[in-house]
T-cell receptor, first 115, second 111 residues
Framework: EPEVTQTPSHQVTQMGQEVILRCVPI?????FYWYRQILGQKVEFLVS????????KSEIFDDQFSVERPDGSNFTLKIRSTKLEDSAMYFC?????????????FGPGTRLTVL | KNQVEQSPQSLIILEGKNCTLQ??????????LRWYKQDTGRGPVSLTI?????NTKSNGRYTATLDADTKQSSLHITASQLSDSASYIC??????????FGKGTKLSVKP
């Protein structure tokens, strides 16, 4: 069964460094999402992406964040200058159509630790 | 303010027993409501999606109900299994596309 994959599973970085989290959505899906979950807290929406551009973003998704679909299969989240409070689990998700009525398929997540 | 509140925060039940998890929301206008199961350290997995016109939906041993008038939903798990141990998250989508997640109910099923 097709699934969303994410790499790496765990990323440790120093404060101020740039990180890129990678996701491979399900191949025929059109909408892509990033979420984060700080340890012990609820999942929070970051951004959605469709047709090679951002369609929605939350207040969390500030200028330090960017997303890209560089090659038609990968979907990446870049954090330019990491802060301690960026430590969280980051989940990628994809849907075949508009998420309003479609099931979102989540990846296993990347645990980001900022030291 | 758009919010999703879940109760209880955590629940321990014996294998084979039934349980019901609650979700109250204040998201308005409302588009749909979803229940997800999240195993520790894994991504959420969708259980049910309901629009405002649906008031019950089943997926195997999971049955979700929705009362759009009182803005309440429940997830009923029948004949629980050890593998049901997970967090169950209620997510409400507003008509403007925003997704509001609840904090989840942590369910532990004991043998």
């Amino acid at each position: 069964e097709p699934e969303v994959t994410q790499t790496p599973s765990h990323q440790v970085t120093q404060m101020g460094q740039e990180v890129i989290l990678r996701c491979v959505p399900i191949s025929n899906h059109l909408y892509f999402y990033w979420y984060r979950q700080i340890l012990g807290q609820k999942v929070e929406f970051l951004v959605s992406f469709y047709n090679n551009e951002i369609s929605e973003k939350s207040e969390i998704f500030d200028d330090q964040f960017s997303v890209e679909r560089p090659d038609g299969s990968n979907f990446t989240l870049k954090i330019r200058s990491t802060k301690l409070e960026d430590s969280a689990m980051y989940f990628c998700a994809s849907t075949p159509g508009l998420a309003e009525y479609n099931e979102q398929f989540f990846g296993p997540g990347t645990r980001l630790t900022v030291l | 303010k758009n919010q999703v509140e879940q109760s209880p925060q955590s629940l321990i039940i014996l294998e084979g027993k039934n349980c019901t998890l609650q979700c109250n929301y204040t998201v308005s206008p409302f588009s749909n409501l979803r229940w997800y199961k999240q195993d520790t350290g894994r991504g959420p997995v969708s259980l049910t999606i309901m629009t405002f016109s649906e008031n019950t939906k089943s997926n195997g041993r999971y049955t979700a109900t929705l009362d759009a008038d009182t803005k309440q939903s429940s997830l009923h798990i029948t004949a629980s299994q050890l593998s049901d141990s997970a967090s169950y998250i209620c997510v409400v989508r507003g008509s403007q596309g925003n997704l509001i997640f609840g904090k989840g109910t942590k369910l532990s099923v004991k043998p």
